[in-house]
């Protein structure tokens, strides 16, 4: 079992978990199997972002049709090549952000205990690929976590939460201890999943999210400010006008209704011109 204390000091022994890669391994197997059952279905390939020594990717392959796991520390890539041998696991070495994800074209479900310091352009990927997700189950950070499901108004309510929102049920699975990791981290975790409620529209997202960027794009700026130079004034008024909007709104006070409404005015602009 490599989720295991002992085996994993003994192989960090040589290897310094690396910082700037975000390397904390889980050292408990209950918690690995609880989070494998949760992420997985038999009948799917599971994509796993970050294996390292492979804790979670040999759980993953026991409620999985297959594994596709993605590493970008080649000490780890080599450790895991050469320890956890099976034909239905397939590692990638290189930076997940930039593994071509549009080779998946069935249903597939997604796992990672994500590194801190990729952990928003990590889920902006896995969101704006196009994957069709069956359900994406990750660990992160709690606070992370919390802003993931940050409601309207609130310090934490950005563009990756209503993007979020728009595709997904998000549900806290569970919260675990920082003491289920070697090293142990600062803070404690939590496992976050995100099942779809919609079917994917690749156009309208692509317009749509670009636009949810863009409100937010200097936080402390009104609506109107992060909207002057990418729209004409005209548009503009009918924006406020159709989604009936206070002048001075920001991006961090619009509901994900407001923002669908946005959208729709612009496109129906656009069509008019
Ligand atoms: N899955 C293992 C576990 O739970 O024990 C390791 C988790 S550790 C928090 C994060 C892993 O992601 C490390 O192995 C690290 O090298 C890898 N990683 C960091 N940044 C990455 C990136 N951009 N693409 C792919 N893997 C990355």
Redesign the pocket.
Known sequence: MIANVNYVKEVMKDLKA?KK??????IDANVVDKIAGIACDHDLTTIE?????G??TQMLLKYSKNVEA????PD?YQLLTDNLKDERLKVYLG???DADLSKYQDKVNVC????YY?TTP?LFKIIESGLDINRLTIMVQKEVGDRLSAEVGSEDYSALSVEVQYLFEVRNEMNISRNVFYPAPNVDSAVISFRPIRERDKEFEVGFFELVKNCFRMRRKTLHNNLKDLYDEELIEKIYEKADLDSKIRAQQLSLSDFLNIYDVIRGYKNEG
């Open positions: 690396k890669f975000g390397q904390n391994f889980l972002i970050g294996p390292g020594l804790a979670l993605y590493e970008i520390d780890m930076d997940f952000l990672g205990n994500l590194p990729v990590i």
